[in-house]
Structure formats: structure tokens, C-alpha cells
């Protein structure tokens, strides 16, 4: 009988879906059906962008070793948790709403229904009774009660965690705010408890918004006037939107954004308990950017104005020959002369079109303004010259540095490159990199007060200086800043926020989720609000606690809501908690649930996500935990990053400025251009189908092509695949061709999950005949036949090492060489004829995490009625690799002429009765004595005669 594929997989696919398979258990509840009190595992891939392109095969690879180990946790008697959903909020359904005028939900189900599909066909092991998509109100409802719950929390910094912003209210009802320590707003005006009782309440408020976890603020932000949103630093490359390359400004805009400075310091601590990748780890802790230094004031000659600076090198202070300002700094306008204003203003222009990403990576640009002001330095008294330039970053620090020229090497291009003075501060002083690491070393010179002082001690007496003298002060700093948290698009969550004196009012709980409107135009309005300003019923109403026409506002009882939307990772923050308890109506998730789920056990996806939707998750999760709701504070302990599957593009080489086409081999001979053309054109053995591709796109229709010896062969090249590069393998036709199994097992074995790896579909052929051979172990022609009897020592050898080797590759993620193992174990078993019952059924076992398809037909073929993911895992017995007997190579004068198979514990004596006995012995002596018989037990036997 042939091994059918596409029979077989369509088979249990619908079996699975069914009987819902791998359908977690619910935790342990009294008379619950459903209830386990197996242990727990949880499993999560990260949460898929429904996009409308699909998968491709390079998408899946994450999610098979996902899979394969949430398979091999169910055969180890785990309850696992599996679960799959849609972060189906984003940009990409409402660009192309848009262009089409069709509704983002339709499109974003429409995405959703492929990629489910998709999915299906590859045989995961999801339990879809748990799906969420941040788009259904149902899930979003808990992302606006989780807003709404980090309105009404402040950062307490003597308890070092969030409270509810009432403790706050009761502490300044009994003492004003002097001894508050909080997270909060620089600009903080102290008041006493009576002050604070006499302040009206929109005052109240407006303070209370400086402490809140969420809150209001004027942001410089990344502007995209063509999407017309705002977009964050990932979402831009090379100075234009990731996002059809439309230009990015830097504008100040009132935002809503997420106090997640009040956690930098957990976000650090916390990396040191969990297990992720050190590069991952790395790239956050660089994110976070904690620094240790001294907050200095230099006051603005001539005017009412100060400058702070963050520095972590104080002691440098007497080198500061001049101060840059970020050209959106808020003291720019007010201090430029006006002999300068027009050379300002143009610079500050053409800044605002740079994105801080680039201007971060651009170390070889030096520009920059002089304002026409200066300041004062503290210590000498001296004028120092204010300048702008676009190296400093509103967003970073305080916006302003301290240039010192003869201790930085960014300082100093800049001051060369313009003529600045460059004191030397450090004349006689070893200043290598060498010597500054050491700080008990480096000394500091001709600087006053600091002469001969080493550099720890440099540090305490500047900052000591400072303090006395009323002008700095020690601090911490951190380069993580506040994330913004407003968007201007339709599709995406709406805030559960309505204005009332201009003041942002929470809605009641009991009254979410606050649904997206119908709009008719998903651009933002003609005066430049966002798209929600296009709804006609987008307004709140007090007395009946619903949304209502917007004519009926009257600032009584109806008021505006909200207009702008959250941000993409608004829900992907938190939605691995809701997988707990996903059909939860009264909460985000129960107790019940999350004391026995607590967090996920491993968590598999990609490293770009690292400064993104995994600092967010972890934000959020340590605020959850704060405030009671969550039993944890980190939400993944392991975490692994998988590598990326690349295309092997097909290129074709155009002879410059004509129409024709030549061979690989001939590119040579003429100037040409490269040009890629969809990989299905192309053989495996890389000729190009050129009538294929004639009609593939008009500008071949006519084109000449020059061929060598008789083909045109096209130049490869590995690179990311995408539709972009007309590279991309589509899995759907992989599984029709060659079957899941064999995508599963291929996708494993092109190397370690953490590795880069280029696909070649021509490979996936040795798999495809590794499951026909497997096959073939239970099939005698049209006939399945297995035995009943005991299996042979070797049989079990190979069985016992096939276990160890498996399990050890699993648990170490090494999936690539259990695909190996797997093959040796086939062609050992199809050697020894090998079609024992009781080997064949565990070594389904071992393969079913990995091939799950092909396994269960086989499983139910032996005549088991559950399903093989059902079957514990086979116990490694160690008796079956220890070997009883020894094959001896026989020699007579050196020469081996037979081999013998003898137990190992028999000693010389005996072994030496049974060689001289056996007539191949006898047949080589003919009649002769041996002069001498040579026997080591365990290693050879020479006869010499």
C-alpha cells in the first residue's frame, strides 16, 4: 500500500478538529468538568500579523519547534497550553481601507480565515478554543481596562512599585506633596495639604496627571503626514516610513503616553532571572541605557532661562568649552539672537525631517547652528557659546550637553570641524581607554579643585561641589524614555476616555468596551484630527452611560471622546495572560487560572521584537503584578529566538540599456543589470522556463535572450524572503506536493532553530523518502504486517538509542539532529527486517512531535483508538545499550580470516576452548598444533602457528 499524504494528513486534521485533541485542561476546580491535576506546561509562539500576503515557508519554522516540544510535554504527561490568536490591529488593514474603501474588519478576516488555513495544513497542535484577535471587543474591552487601570495608579518610589493613585490623594490631603516620592513630571510645584484642599478640582486633576502611570503630555514624535499617524522609531528606515517610503517629520503633539521609566530599573533587574537569549538580554539592557553621573544647571546669560544637563562625567566640567542644544529644544526659540533666527529656524526645519534612529547612526555628519547666546559655567564663570545640533536628541536626557571636546571624540570632530576653543584638561594625564577603565588610576588635572584627584574621588567631590554650591546634584539616569502611546488611525483600539473642562475622564468598567465607530473615510478630517473625528456618534453621555450622536454634546452630560487610538502593542502586551481564561466574561483572567498557569513556560519568536513588544509585555506584566492581578512579574521564562529561513532569489541579467537578457555565464562579456524573477521560472537545475516568463510581466514580452549551450541560467542568491525579491515558497504548495510531514520534518532539518538557514524546495525530497520508508516498515506490499514476538537485541539497541538520542535533542532544542537520528533508526530497523510491534509502536512515539500525520495513521493501524499524542513518552532503558557479546576478529599470523561472536564475560581459558573447537580453526590449522595462542578478552585472538 502507498504512503498517501494528502489523504492521510486530511484525515487527522479533522480528526483533531473534531474531537478538539489538544484542547488544554482547565486547572484544578472542584466538581469542573474539564479539570486537570496533571502538571502544567505553556507554550506560545508570538502573536502573527494576519497579513494579507500568508505565510510563506520561512513563517512556520518557530511554530513547528513550538509545536514539536508542546507535542513532546503532552507524551511526558503534561497539561499543555498551546494556544494561537491574531494580533489583527494594525497599519497595514487600514492603508489598504484606504485605497479601497473596504472596512479593516473585512479584510483583517478575510487575512485571518488564510492564515488559518494555512495552519491547519501544517498540523499544529493549537488549542483554538482559546483564540484571541485584539480586534474583537470582547478582547479589547480588557486592553481598555488595563489603560484605565494604569490611569488610576501611581509609581511609589519608597515602596518601589505601582499603587492606586488614591494613596497618593490621601497623602496629600494629610501633607501636600513635599514628601512624596514618586516617579512623576520634572517640573513638579510643591503645595501643602491645604493648598491641596483649596485647589479646584480641574487643578487637582491636572496635578494628579503629573504622577499617573498614563498620562498627557506635549511629545516630540516621529509625524508621518501621508498615513497621517504618528509612527514609533521601529516603524522607520532610512528616514521614511517602513510603510510605503513616505517622508517623516519630527512634531510636537499632546499624546498619551506610558510612564515605563518608573520600571528601567526591574526591566534591568529582572533580565538577570529569566532564561533568554544574552543577546536579546544585551540589546534591552543597552535600550534602557542606565548611567550613573550628575545633573548640572548652567544658566542662559541674559536671560530668566537655565540649562540642565545629565552627565556621567562631572569631573570633565572644567573642560565644557561649549553647550549643544537638540534643535527641538524648548529654550532654542526663546535664547537665539536674532541675527541668528533665520540660519536657526532653517536647521530646526531641516532636523524635523530627520528620524532619530538616523540621527543616532549618522557619526560622520557634523552640522550644527550657533544660537548668538551663551551660558554661564558654574565653576569658572566663564561664557560658554550655545549651539544646536542635530546629534543631541530632544527625546534623550535633557535634550542639552556639556561639550567637552578634549574628552569626546563627538565634542571634539564638532568643535574642530567649527573653530570652537578645545581646553586640555587632562595635559600629563593618561587619558587612553586602557586608563580610564581603571578608576582607581586615572587622575584628574588643571582642574581647580579636582587636581590629583583619582577618579572616583573626582566624582564624589564635583557632585559634592555641585550640591553645595546649589547648581547639580548625583543621579541616575536612564535612556529609556516614556512610550507614546497615542496613534491618529482608525484601526486600532479606542481609549475609554471622554474630555470634560478639557481634562481626560475614565469610563466606568461596567460599561466597556467603548466599540469602534463606523466611519465613512479612514483619513484623518480636513482640519487634521485624527480619523475618528469622521464619526458622527462619538460621544459619551454621563446620564445613560453610553456612546451617542456628537450633536447631542453640551459639556453637561455629553461630552467628546477621545479621537485618537492605542498603539499596535497595546494588545500584544498582555494576551498571553488572557490564553489562560480566554472566555472569561467577568475579568482578563481568574485567579484560578493564573495561579495555576502563572506564565508562560516557553516562548518562541523572533529578536526584532526585542525593544518592542517584549519590553512593552514585561512593563505591563510588572505593573499587573503591582497591583494584584498577576502572581508574577516576568511573563516568559524561557525564551528563544529562532532564525530565519532565507529565499534563494533567481536573477536574470539585462545587457544595460537594451532589452536583452543574457546567460550566468555570460554576463561577463557585457555591462549588465540584475533583475529577479519569481523562482517558480525556474528548475532545479537553475534553467530559466523563458516562455514562462514572457508572459509572466510585459516588459519580457519582447525581450532577446542569449543562451549557452542552448540555456539560459539564471545567477542565485541567498537573501530574506519576501514578495518583494519574487522568492517566496509558499507552504500550501509544499504540503500538496510532498505533504506537512515532510514541511515539519524538512524545516527541522535545515539546521539549529536559532540559525540562519537558506531553503532549497530540491532537498525536501530525502525527508519525503525517509516517510515512505518509514512507511514501508509496516507494510509488506498491499499487506500491513506486523509481529507479535519478542524483538531481537538489535532491534532494541537501536530502539534504546533512538529514545536517548530524541529526548536529549528535544530537551536541548536540538531538533535539526533528532531528524537524523530518525533516519539511521529507519534504515537499522529496515536492515534488520525488523517489523516488531512493540519497537515500531514506541518509535511512532518518538517520531509523532516531529511527523505527526503519517504517526497517527500508523498508531491507529496497530489498532490503538486514542490518539498517539495521548501516549507517554518511551522510557530510555540503558540495560539495551550495554553490550553483552563481542565480536572477535580471528587471526592466524597476523591475518584475520573469520570473526566470532562470544559472550564478554568469558575469561582466556574459555575463549581459547571455543576458537580451537570451531572448524574454521581447525580448517586453517589442518592437523597442525599452534606454537602460541594470543587472547585479549574483549579486543582480538591471534593464533600464531
Not at 496497530?862 to 553483552?884: C, R
Request: aromatic residues 12%.
Amino acid at each position: 500500500m502507498q504512503y498517501n499524504h494528502q489523504e492521510i494528513e486530511k484525515k487527522w486534521q479533522e480528526y483533531w478538529a473534531k474531537n478538539q485533541t489538544f484542547k488544554a485542561d482547565n486547572p484544578v476546580l472542584s466538581g469542573v468538568e474539564g479539570s486537570s491535576d496533571k502538571p502544567k506546561y505553556y507554550v506560545l509562539d508570538m502573536f502573527p500579523y494576519p497579513s494579507g500576503a500568508g505565510l510563506h515557508v520561512g513563517h512556520p519554522l518557530g511554530y513547528i519547534a513550538s509545536d514539536i516540544y508542546a507535542r513532546y510535554k503532552r507524551h511526558k504527561g503534561f497539561n499543555v497550553l498551546h494556544p494561537q490568536g491574531y494580533d489583527s490591529f494594525g497599519l497595514p488593514a487600514e492603508q489598504y481601507a484606504i485605497q479601497t474603501g473596504q472596512h479593516p474588519a473585512i479584510t483583517t478576516e478575510t487575512n485571518i480565515q488564510t492564515y488559518r488555513k494555512q495552519l491547519d495544513k501544517i498540523g499544529f497542535s493549537f488549542d483554538w478554543s482559546r483564540e484571541v484577535r485584539t480586534s474583537n471587543p470582547e478582547y479589547y474591552k480588557w486592553t481598555q481596562w488595563i489603560f484605565i487601570q494604569l490611569f488610576n495608579s501611581w509609581y511609589n518610589k519608597d515602596t518601589d512599585k505601582a499603587e492606586d493613585v488614591s494613596t497618593l490623594v490621601a497623602k496629600f490631603e494629610a501633607e501636600g506633596n513635599t514628601t512624596v516620592n514618586a516617579v512623576c513630571d520634572e517640573d513638579i510645584v510643591t503645595f501643602t495639604a491645604d493648598e491641596w484642599k483649596g485647589f479646584s478640582s480641574t487643578k487637582q486633576q491636572e496635578i494628579l496627571l503629573q504622577y499617573r502611570l498614563t498620562f498627557l503630555s506635549d511629545t516630540e514624535v516621529n509625524w508621518c503626514p501621508a498615513l497621517g499617524t504618528v509612527l514609533a522609531n521601529d516603524e522607520i528606515v532610512n528616514g521614511v516610513s517602513e510603510r510605503g517610503g513616505h517622508t517623516v517629520v519630527r512634531k510636537k503633539m499632546t499624546q498619551w503616553s506610558m510612564r515605563i521609566s518608573a520600571y528601567a530599573q526591574r526591566l534591568l533587574d529582572g533580565l538577570n532571572g529569566i532564561d533568554w537569549p544574552q543577546p536579546l538580554k544585551d540589546i534591552q539592557t543597552n535600550w534602557i541605557g542606565r548611567s550613573q553621573g550628575a545633573m548640572v544647571s548652567f544658566n542662559v546669560d541674559g536671560h530668566d532661562a537655565k540649562i540642565d544637563v545629565f552627565t556621567t562625567r562631572p569631573d570633565t566640567i572644567y573642560g565644557v568649552s561649549f553647550m549643544t542644544l537638540a534643535p527641538e529644544h524648548e529654550l532654542v526659540a526663546k535664547i537665539t539672537t536674532a541675527d541668528q533666527k533665520e540660519a536657526v529656524e532653517a536647521y530646526v526645519e531641516a532636523t524635523a525631517k530627520r528620524s532619530e534612529r538616523d540621527r543616532m547612526a549618522d557619526v560622520k555628519t557634523i552640522s550644527g547652528v550657533f544660537t548668538g547666546a551663551y551660558a554661564i559655567h558654574p565653576f569658572s564663570g566663564k561664557q560658554v557659546p550655545i549651539w544646536i545640533g542635530d546629534y543631541v536628541l530632544a527625546s534623550y536626557g535633557t535634550g542639552a550637553v556639556m561639550a567637552v571636546p578634549c574628552g569626546d571624540q563627538r565634542d571634539y570632530d564638532f568643535a574642530k570641524h567649527f573653530g570652537l576653543e578645545i581646553p586640555n584638561i587632562f595635559e600629563g594625564v593618561d587619558i587612553s581607554e586602557e586608563a580610564f577603565a581603571d578608576k582607581e588610576k586615572t587622575v584628574i588635572a588643571n582642574s581647580d579643585f579636582l587636581n590629583g584627584l583619582s577618579y572616583k574621588k573626582a566624582m564624589k567631590t564635583v557632585i559634592y561641589e555641585m550640591e553645595q554650591r546649589g547648581f547639580g546634584y548625583g543621579k541616575i539616569n536612564y535612556r529609556l524614555r516614556d512610550a507614546v502611546f497615542s496613534r491618529q488611525r482608525y484601526w486600532g483600539e479606542p481609549f475609554p476616555v471622554y474630555y470634560k473642562d478639557g481634562m481626560p475622564q475614565m469610563i466606568a468598567s461596567e460599561h466597556l468596551p467603548i466599540v469602534l465607530p463606523e466611519v465613512e473615510k479612514y483619513l484623518p478630517t480636513e482640519d487634521g484630527k485624527p480619523p475618528l473625528g469622521n464619526a458622527d456618534v462619538w460621544a459619551w453621555c454621563t446620564e445613560t452611560n453610553s456612546v451617542v450622536s456628537n450633536e447631542k454634546i453640551n459639556h453637561t452630560s455629553v461630552f467628546p471622546l477621545e479621537l485618537n487610538t492605542m498603539p499596535g502593542w497595546a494588545g500584544s502586551s498582555w494576551y498571553f495572560n488572557r490564553y489562560m481564561d480566554a472566555d472569561n466574561e467577568g475579568e482578563f483572567v481568574s485567579k484560578e487560572a493564573v495561579e495555576y498557569w502563572k506564565e508562560v513556560d516557553l516562548y518562541i519568536g523572533g529578536s526584532e521584537h526585542a525593544t518592542g513588544h517584549l519590553l512593552y509585555a514585561r512593563f505591563w506584566q510588572k505593573f499587573l503584578f503591582d497591583r494584584g492581578y498577576l502572581p508574577v512579574d516576568e511573563f516568559v521564562k524561557k525564551l528563544i529566538n529562532q532564525g530565519m529561513i532565507l529565499g534563494t532569489s533567481a536573477i536574470v541579467y539585462r545587457v544595460s540599456g537594451t532589452n536583452k537578457y543574457v546567460s550566468l555565464g555570460l554576463k561577463d562579456q557585457y555591462e549588465t543589470e540584475e533583475l529577479r524573477v519569481d523562482v517558480k521560472l525556474i528548475n532545479s537545475s537553475d534553467e530559466l522556463d523563458i516562455e514562462s516568463l514572457k508572459n509572466w510581466q510585459p516588459q519580457f514580452t519582447d525581450a532577446e535572450f542569449e543562451l549557452e549551450n542552448g540555456k539560459y541560467i539564471v545567477g542565485r542568491e541567498v537573501e530574506k524572503m519576501s514578495k518583494r525579491w519574487f522568492n517566496v515558497v509558499n507552504p500550501d504548495d509544499i504540503c500538496a506536493e510532498y505533504g506537512a510531514d515532510s514541511l515539519r520534518l524538512f524545516e527541522m532539518f535545515l539546521g539549529p532553530l536559532e540559525q540562519f538557514k537558506p531553503w532549497k524546495t530540491s532537498g525536501i525530497s530525502g525527508v519525503y523518502s525517509f516517510l515512505k520508508k518509514l512507511w514501508k516498515l509496516f507494510y509488506n506490499g498491499e499487506n500491513f504486517e506486523v509481529s507479535e514476538g519478542e524483538p531481537s537485541k538489535d532491534s532494541l539497541k537501536t530502539l534504546h538509542k533512538t529514545i536517548k538520542k530524541v529526548e536529549e535533542d528535544i530537551e536541548n532544542f536540538s531538533f535539526n539532529t533528532s531528524v537524523s537520528t530518525f533516519m539511521i533508526a529507519v534504515n537499522e530497523l529496515t536492515t534488520q527486517k525488523c517489523n516488531n510491534k512493540s519497537v515500531l509502536e514506541q518509535l511512532l512515539i518518538l517520531i509523532s512531535p516531529y511527523a505527526p500525520h503519517i504517526t497517527e495513521e500508523l498508531w491507529s493501524k496497530l489498532g490503538n483508538s486514542d490518539s498517539i499524542s495521548t501516549a507517554p513518552f518511551p522510557k530510555f532503558e540503558e540495560k539495551y545499550l550495554v553490550e553483552s557479546e563481542k565480536e572477535y576478529p580471528v587471526s592466524f599470523n597476523g591475518k584475520m580470516r573469520f570473526k566470532l561472536n562470544l559472550p564478554l564475560d568469558m575469561n582466556k581459558d574459555e575463549i581459547e576452548k571455543v576458537v580451537m573447537a570451531h572448524e574454521k580453526t581447525q580448517e586453517q590449522l589442518q592437523g597442525r598444533s599452534p606454537k602460541k595462542v594470543i587472547i585479549v578478552p574483549g579486543k582480538i585472538i591471534n593464533i600464531v602457528g
